[in-house]
């Protein structure tokens, strides 16, 4: 099991940028690949970036393509999210999660099998 621990979510006008972190522990065998979702109010999960661990290799969903930056340090074990122009529909908690599966990233939550605690971004207009 990989234990995921994300940081970073917080409250910031249209616009504006974060970055979220998400750290992890555990076997790498089970984190072939990593991504982040993110659930707001009343809706389903929603896929918005993986990256592969081994090559960097990354996936975006088309509504944060060019806005969100999905990397990761390899020596830290850590994933980042780095956000810019947020808009209030970016709100929702989101969380990180780890694959062990290998191949093009999955973007159902279903083929992710760990995840963390989530982090709330609210973004306000």
């Known amino acids: 099991q990989v234990q995921l621990v994300e940081s970073g979510g917080g409250f910031v006008q249209a616009g504006g940028s974060l970055e979220l972190s998400c750290a992890a522990s555990?076997?790498?065998?089970?984190?072939?690949?990593m991504g982040w979702f993110r659930q707001a109010p009343g809706k389903e999960r929603e896929f918005v970036a993986a990256?592969?661990?081994?090559?960097?290799?990354?996936f975006y969903a088309d509504s944060v393509k060019g806005r969100f930056t999905i990397s990761r340090d390899n020596a830290k074990r850590t994933m980042y999210l780095h956000m810019n122009s947020l808009k209030p529909e970016d709100t929702a908690v989101y969380y990180c999660?780890?694959?062990?599966?290998?191949?093009?990233?999955?973007?159902?939550?279903?083929?992710?099998?760990?995840w963390g605690q989530g982090t709330q971004v609210t973004v306000s207009s």
């Open positions: 555990g076997p790498t065998s089970s984190m072939n690949v």
């Open positions: 990256i592969i661990w081994s090559s960097g290799s990354t």
């Open positions: 999660a780890a694959s062990p599966r290998w191949g093009t990233p999955s973007r159902s939550r279903y083929a992710y099998n760990n």
